[in-house]
T-cell receptor
Framework: DAGVIQSPRHEVTEMGQEVTLRCKPISGHNSLFWYRQTMMRGLELLIYFNNNVPIDDSGMPEDRFSAKMPNASFSTLKIQPSEPRDSAVYFC???????????FGPGTRLTVL | QKEVEQDPGPLSVPEGAIVSLNCTYSNSAFQYFMWYRQYSRKGPELLMYTYSSGNKEDGRFTAQVDKSSKYISLFIRDSQPSDSATYLCATKTSYDKVIFGPGTSLSVIP
């Protein structure tokens, strides 16, 4: 299995631009998680889906962030408009179920200038 | 108070040393305890997974949980340069999301 796939691996953009991060979970996994990692705050859960349905989005920092999972093999995290404080590494993880071991992707390193 | 606390390090040890990594947590409802290893510019990967108090051993790694003191430890025996990474402890209840510690950076010097 290829594992969790994320794209792009690196993204540099200017403040105010829209950013879309993409994730393909491991085939057969029913749960998908989006995390953000910074030096200051560590690894934070933003949102997670179970069977393509958002279950807990309490970690989404504000309305500028949105996430979708249109099908079992694809999810997006969108930031619009982006701000410099959004600069971080964004990880996607998937699991067989919401209580099962999470497998992380390689992350997207986002820099907002 | 953060739910899971961890000394960020960095921790530097010579090859072959025994390494002790520690975490404390605040919520007595936590029942599942995990250690993740994260190499530079990679995603975290699950290293150890334990339920409730006690010890669990896997090769050179031993995870220890003391629920009475809300203390989690990871011991690495005969440390190798390939163990150089950031180690994140994590915990959860049976139904809630995983809470990660901030991670401890470890360097094993040849």
């Amino acid at each position: 299995d290829a594992g969790v796939i994320q794209s792009p691996r690196h993204e540099v953009t200017e403040m105010g631009q829209e950013v879309t991060l993409r994730c393909k979970p491991i085939s057969g996994h029913n749960s998908l998680f989006w995390y953000r990692q910074t030096m200051m705050r560590g690894l934070e859960l933003l949102i997670y889906f179970n069977n393509n349905v958002p279950i807990d989005d309490s970690g989404m920092p504000e309305d500028r962030f949105s996430a979708k999972m249109p099908n079992a093999s694809f999810s997006t995290l969108k930031i619009q408009p982006s701000e410099p404080r959004d600069s971080a590494v964004y990880f996607c993880a998937s699991a067989a179920g919401s209580r099962d071991t999470q497998y992380f992707g390689p992350g997207t390193r986002l820099t907002v200038l | 108070q953060k739910e899971v606390e961890q000394d960020p390090g960095p921790l530097s040890v010579p090859e072959g040393a025994i390494v002790s990594l520690n975490c404390t947590y605040s919520n007595s409802a936590f029942q599942y305890f995990m250690w993740y290893r994260q190499y530079s510019r990679k995603g975290p990967e699950l290293l150890m997974y334990t339920y409730s108090s006690g010890n669990k051993e896997d090769g050179r790694f031993t995870a220890q949980v003391d629920k009475s003191s809300k203390y989690i430890s990871l011991f690495i025996r005969d440390s190798q340069p390939s163990d150089s990474a950031t180690y994140l402890c994590a915990t959860k209840t049976s139904y809630d999301k995983v809470i990660f510690g901030p991670g401890t950076s470890l360097s094993v010097i040849p």
